[in-house]
C-alpha cells in the first residue's frame, strides 16, 4: 500500500535545486493540487521538465511565472509568453526537445535502456553535440536518458496500491515519467480500494508511484481560446 | 468571403483530395486543421491528435467541454466513434515508426531539396519544436500546406532554407495558393497550378528553379 499524504506533505522533501517532471499538456493532464502545494511551500530553483508551459498562471505554467524554476527541459514554450521572456532575458536556461524524443528520453531512463537512437532531429540543430549512428543506412541520433528527482501525476483514480487510470489525452508524458523519476507522486480525483479499479484499464501500474495525493483543486485547465 | 479566404480554401481543398480512403492523417495548427471538413464525401479518414490520441473530432461546443480532451493545439474537442487514446510514447512511435501516412503542415520556408524551415525565427520566434520535428520525420508523406510568398511578396519556396531547418529532405509535396508543386529527386516539379494564375507566375514568385510538367493542370 503506497502513504496517503496531503499536498503540503507530498512536497515537503522538494527542495531548492531538485528535478521535477510535471505531466500534462497545454494545462491538459496538470496535477493542479501539487503544483499549488509546491507553490505554496516556495520551493525554488527547479529544474523542471514537462511537455510545454501551458498558459501564463495556468498548472505548470505557475512554475514559470512564479520564478520558481532555474531550467526547462520542454518541448513547446509558445503559449506561455513568460517562459519565451525569461528564456531571452537569461533568467531561464531552456533545453527545446522534440516531443517524441522526450517522451522517449523519459521511458528509456525508466526502462533502463541507455538511451534511444531516433531519425527525429537529424540534419537540424537538435543533433549538434549528439553522436550520430547510422544504423542500415539511415542515420539516427542518440538521445540519452532523462531521469528526475521527482514527478507529478494527474490521474482520475487510483488505488491504493497505486495503480492508476488516467483518461482521454491526459495520459501524455505520464506514463514515461511515471517511470523515469525516483519518487512519483500522484494525485487522484478519487482513492479506491484495491480491487476497485479494474486492472484491466490501469493507465500506470503502482509499482512506478511512490505516493498518493487526493486531488482538491478540479481540473479547470482547459481553456476556450477567445 | 474575400479573396484570401477562396484561395486558402482552394488549396486546402486540393491537399483534402490528395488523402486516400483509411489514411491516419495528422494535421498541423492552423490552415492545415481546415483540410479535414474537406474530405470527399466518399472517404474517410481517421485524425490523429499528437497528444495521445486518433479519432480527433471536432471542436468541443462550450456545453459538451471534456476536461481530458484537448487537441495539439490545446483546445478542447471530441473523438469520434472508433478513436483511441494512448500516451506521448506509443504517440510518437506512432507517428516515427511510419504508421501516420500524411501529415499537413504550415511552413515559413521550404527548400529544392525537400527541407523544411517551420518552428522558429532565431531572436523572433522561438516557441520549440513541440511534435513538428517528429512529424516530418516520421509521416510517410509530408504536405505543405502555405501561402506561395511570405506578407513582403517574397518567395518562400527558395533555393536553400535560411531559417533553421525542422526536418532534412521530408518533403513530399508543396500545396500554395499559387501551385501544386511535388519534390522529386531531380528537383521540383510544377505540376499544377491554381485558375487564376500562369506557369509564368509561379516560376516568377519561386526562387528554387523548378521543372515545368508535361502537362499542367489547374486546380
Redesign the interface.
Known sequence: MKPILTADKAVENINDGCTLMVSG?????NAFTLIDALIRKGTKAINLIT??T??PDVGVGRIICQNRAATLT??????NPVS?QK?NSGELKVT?V???????RM?SKGAGLGGVL?????????EEGKQKLNIGGKDYLLELPLGANFAFIKA?VADKYGNAFL??????????MAMAADHVIVEAGQIVEPGELDPEKI?IPGVFVSALVKAVLP???????P | MDPKELKRERLIKRIAQELPDGALVNLGIGMPTMVGNYVPADRTILLH?????TGLGPAAS?DK??????NA????VT?LPGGA?????M???I??GGHVDYTVLGALEVDMEG?LANYMIPGKM?????????LV??ARNVIVAMEHVNKNGAPKILKKCSL??????EVDLIVTDMAFIRVTKKGLVLEEIAEDTTVEEVVKATEAPLHIAGTIRKF
Open positions: 499538456f497545454m494545462g491538459c493532464g511537455s510545454d501551458a498558459y520542454a518541448s513547446h514554450i509558445g503559449t519565451g528564456m527545446l522534440p516531443q517524441g524524443t522526450l517522451a522517449e521511458r531516433t531519425p527525429t532531429g537529424v540534419g537540424t540543430a537538435v482520475e483518461p482521454g489525452a491526459t495520459k501524455n508524458m505520464a506514463v514515461s493507465t481540473a479547470s485547465n482547459v481553456q476556450v481560446k | 491528435s499528437e497528444n495521445g490520441f462550450k467541454i471534456n476536461q481530458s480532451i484537448v493545439g490545446g483546445q478542447p473523438i487514446f494512448f500516451d506521448s510514447a504517440s510518437f512511435a507517428i516515427r527541407n522561438v516557441p520549440g519544436m513541440g511534435g513538428a520535428m517528429d520525420a516520421g533553421p531547418l525542422t526536418a532534412k529532405g
